[in-house]
């Protein structure tokens, strides 16, 4: 079993960064693929970015390439999202997730990932 607790969220106005982070507890972090979802009221879940934990793959949604960024420390267990000029559609609930089936291959669907943390409010002002 995998636990994760997101933290970072809050209300911000458009334009400035924020740092969400997700961390990591009951397995060894190097055996996991990391990944970032948002759900928006209303539509389906989204994936936003991936990492296997080596940091050799990583991947984005082609709509927020040059805005956000996933990372890890190694020390703290735990993986980010950096994003930055942060814009009103950014506005969602942020969930982290992870799978431990292994492979080089980052999943992309939600259904690639069996952990998931309980979501962290992102809500953007213009």
């Known amino acids: 079993q995998v636990q994760l607790v997101e933290s970072g969220g809050g209300v911000v106005q458009a334009g400035v960064s924020l740092r969400l982070s997700c961390a990591a507890s009951?397995?060894?972090?190097?055996?996991?693929?990391m990944g970032w979802f948002r759900q928006a009221p209303g539509k389906e879940r989204e994936f936003v970015a991936a990492?296997?934990?080596?940091?050799?793959?990583?991947a984005y949604e082609d709509s927020v390439k040059g805005r956000f960024t996933i990372s890890k420390d190694n020390a703290k267990n735990t993986v980010y999202l950096q994003i930055n000029s942060l814009k009103s559609e950014d506005s969602a609930v942020y969930y982290c997730?992870?799978?431990?089936?292994?492979?080089?291959?980052?999943?992309?669907?939600?259904?690639?990932?069996?952990?998931w943390g309980q979501g962290t409010q992102v809500t953007v002002s213009s």
């Open positions: 990492m296997i934990w080596s940091g050799a793959i990583i």
């Open positions: 997730a992870a799978t431990d089936r292994g492979g080089l291959v980052v999943p992309l669907p939600r259904t690639g990932y069996d952990y």
């Open positions: 009951g397995r060894t972090p190097s055996s996991l693929i």
